[in-house]
């Protein structure tokens, strides 16, 4: 496999403010950013390198894309140093009388063996166990103490048992037992004197039992004991006299306990051949002191998913072989300048999803062998160059955003290449939503243009609701001209969007462009919801309700701007509250939330997306549904037939306007309760929902609202007969210049014969007849 270096610098040249070019391996030089296809004299952009493609013609891009820096290569080593097998063939088992001997065993940790005849036999072991070689599994047999077994048996397995208990004095008698399984049993208490007398143990597993306290000197007499695994138990306090006698100890896991505290003095003192530490899933809150002072030998650190608060600046300095050093998921705010000093054999760091509010430019610069470092989940607002400059052996490294990898040019692998939206190359990953932006925008602004105009020349009903479809229309031309700009700067950063992208979130025209967006869907939904409710009322309560005239409309509907506007522009007028509220992607729209999201951010998008919208919806479903039923109860109570035509459009129509609303705004809101939820949401399904189902209602109002209504269609139909009528075309022309063709509808439609008729015919039990044009206007939206 072949292995891409970076070029060192010599040390006179070791201040050098830029990053070298990357070297093939027959040296020819790419530049920064860009790494050589192997032995080619070819360079490919860091966007190819280890993307699951084979770029190159040799598919050197592909190759050593795995990170096996840290903890796998120590355990490559570990396993290769113990390739020696355990003489366990000179022995045979002796079966109690009348049980067979089993030769099949498939269990994990007796693998079955050829086992030849010899004077050696294992004489003692229960009878419902079973044997190989020195080997006796005892897994799930219901023991409730430890049983008794020949002195020579070197593996014991007691999983999955009802073992309380390990008293002194427990395995008396087994000096060559080597491996110890004890997993899985309800162990609460070991005696100090438990595993006296083990001398030869090498392995013991008190995993998943029930033990919350260790005596000290409870390992005194396994001073050969190398691996002591103690994970997912109670264990909440420990002591260097804790692990008193364990001179040989290379590796400790007390993974998932619940240990609040590392004791001060040093662990090592009696554990010097300590190289594997396993702390993950504790309660530790801090790091002080000389804790791993004489911790000469360990090579992996692993304090992850704890609640450190504080490390103290320069604890890990005596640590000079540490390979991989994990503090993620922590509650670290600030890291010391001087934390990592002294660790010039690290190879992985992991601080990964902590509250870390910055970097210091310095924080890497005494680690020369870094290998791989992981930054998941932070967000670093002071990112630069300088960081990671001095990194000259990095190969892999991992950001929160993908973004983040420009500033770590002369990496080869940096992850993530996409955050579902935006990739290294393109504003928009996706060849489709590249097309689809364009082709809804212009579909978008087209519509609503159109209908503003024909609204202007085509009057057929109340000049209050005709302002009102027309304010609509700017609203939701609005999110026309939002995917208009999205689209431009796609091209404008076509190939190399990853160059500008912090620029572009952070910039004024995203902040904007974000702003537009959330105004023409605020503004959208309330107008939706005000019109709406106009209607309900109007047609459900015909006699006591009065529909707004133009003024009281013209100030309802400025209202329902000014309160659009305000919404939009509060997170820019706020940024210590709400941070880079729209440039959290290169959309500029946020939909979901963050787990690093500021309280006053997600309580404002929670509010607006849960609360607001919600709410609209709701009343708009309710509304329709009760326009329904109010104009179905009138028609059965007075038509021949319980189903009529009419009944059927009306359903149909106001079906499809809540279905589109439906499918506008049911996604949206799973997506922000999911987010709000901290369940994980592909960038893509974000993406997808800005491009194609964010724009459904903007798209879709003109043609539900307008061009489909029947007193619009028949108007448009008479006007443009007329029109083509060259008898009438001149009186058509004169009728469409004067005030009262606008205004003429106005008045009729106005009229509450218009909307009270079906129910003044119900009361006096006249058989009801097709409606009139005048009264389909009443209900046509």
Not at 280 to 309: D, H, M, P, S, Y
Not at 312 to 320: I, R
Not at 708 to 722: H, I, M, N, V, Y
Not at 769 to 779: D, V
Request: charged fraction near 15%; include cysteine; proline fraction near 6%.
């Amino acid at each position: 496999m072949m292995q891409l270096l970076l070029l060192v610098l010599p040390p006179l040249l070791c201040a050098a403010t830029e990053p070298l070019p990357t070297p093939s391996s027959d040296g020819y030089l790419c530049p920064l950013g860009q790494f050589p296809c192997g032995n080619l004299s070819v360079c490919l952009p860091q966007a190819l390198h280890c993307n699951g493609v084979d770029d190159c013609d040799n598919g050197a891009d592909e190759e050593n894309c795995v990170d096996t820096t840290g903890w796998l290569g120590v355990l490559g080593d570990m396993l290769a140093g113990n390739t020696g097998t355990e003489d366990e063939a000179d022995t045979c088992c002796k079966p109690p009388s009348g049980l067979p001997s089993p030769p099949h065993h498939t269990g994990p940790s007796l693998p079955p063996q050829h086992i030849p005849s010899g004077p050696a036999v294992l004489e003692m072991f229960p009878e419902q166990c079973r044997c190989w070689g020195r080997a006796v599994d005892c897994t799930a047999q219901n023991l409730s103490t430890v049983p008794r077994i020949s002195p020579n048996v070197t593996q014991l397995d007691l999983k999955r048992n009802k073992i309380h208990t390990l008293l002194d004095n427990q395995f008396t008698g087994c000096w060559s037992l080597r491996k110890l399984f004890l997993q899985n049993n309800k162990i609460r208490v070991i005696s100090p004197k438990a595993f006296a007398g083990l001398s030869q143990l090498r392995m013991l597993f008190l995993s998943h039992n029930r033990i919350s306290q260790l005596l000290p000197h409870t390992f005194e007499d396994l001073n050969r004991l190398e691996w002591l695994i103690l994970d997912n138990n109670r264990i909440a306090r420990i002591a260097p006299a804790t692990f008193s006698g364990l001179r040989s100890l290379y590796f400790l896991y007390m993974l998932n306990n619940s240990l609040a505290k590392i004791p001060d003095g040093s662990l090592c003192v009696e554990t010097p051949k300590l190289s594997w530490l396993e702390l993950e899933g504790n309660r530790i809150q801090a790091v002080r002191g000389a804790v791993f002072q004489q911790c000469r030998e360990l090579t992996v650190l692993i304090l992850r998913r704890n609640r450190l608060r504080w490390i103290q600046g320069g604890v890990f300095s005596g640590l000079s072989r540490l390979v991989e050093l994990d503090l993620s998921c922590n509650g670290l705010d600030e890291l010391p300048p001087s934390l990592f000093h002294g660790l010039v054999a690290l190879q992985q760091l992991n601080i990964s999803y902590n509250p870390l509010k910055e970097i210091c430019p310095s924080q890497l610069e005494s680690l020369p062998q870094l290998l791989s470092l992981s930054l998941e989940g932070l967000e670093i607002p002071n990112i630069h160059n300088v960081t990671f400059r001095g990194l000259a052996n990095l190969s892999h490294i991992y950001f929160k955003k993908f973004q983040y990898c420009s500033s770590a040019p002369h990496v080869r692998s940096c992850k993530p290449n996409t955050d579902g939206i935006s990739s290294f190359e393109h504003l928009l990953a996706n060849i489709i939503l590249r097309v689809f932006v364009w082709v809804i925008a212009c579909i978008t602004c087209l519509g609503n243009l159109c209908v503003i105009c024909m609204r202007s020349c085509v009057v057929t009903e109340s000049s209050a609701h005709t302002m009102a479809i027309k304010s609509l229309c700017c609203a939701d031309g609005l999110m026309g001209i939002y995917l208009f700009v999205i689209g431009a700067f796609d091209l404008k950063y076509s190939g190399e969007y990853n160059r500008h992208a912090q620029g572009w979130m952070a910039s004024v025209p995203c902040q904007l462009v974000g702003s537009l967006a959330m105004l023409s869907s605020e503004v959208s939904v309330l107008l939706l919801t005000y019109m709406t409710l106009e209607k309900y009322f109007s047609i459900v309560f015909p006699f006591s309700y009065r529909r707004a005239g133009r003024k009281q409309t013209a100030s309802v509907l400025a209202a329902i701007w000014l309160l659009g506007l305000s919404l939009s522009i509060a997170p820019l007028c706020c940024k210590e509250s709400f941070g880079n509220y729209y440039g959290r992607n290169g959309v500029c729209f946020p939909l979901q939330s963050e787990l690093g999201e500021r309280p006053s951010a997600r309580g404002f998008s929670t509010t607006i997306y849960l609360g607001l919208n919600l709410a609209a919806f709701i009343t708009i479903v309710f509304a329709y549904t009760g326009m329904f039923y109010s104009i179905r109860i009138t028609t059965c109570r007075t038509a021949e037939s319980s189903v009529c035509p009419r009944d059927v459009a009306i359903a149909k129509r106001f079906f499809f306007i809540v279905f589109t609303d439906a499918l506008c705004w049911i996604p949206i809101f799973l997506l922000k309760l999911l987010s709000l939820l901290q369940v994980e949401i592909p960038g893509t399904i974000t993406s997808w929902v800005v491009i194609f189902i964010l724009p459904i209602n903007s798209a879709l109002n003109p043609i539900l609202y307008t061009i489909t209504t029947a007193p619009f269609q028949e108007k448009l139909l008479s006007d443009l007969a007329a029109f083509c009528d060259p008898e009438m075309r001149p009186r058509w022309l004169h009728r469409a210049a004067s005030p009262r063709c606008i205004t003429a509808l106005h008045h009729r439609a106005a009229s509450p014969r218009c909307i009270t008729a079906l129910h003044h015919r119900a009361a006096m039990g006249h058989q009801l007849t097709a409606p009139t044009h005048h009264q389909s206007s009443c209900i046509s939206q």
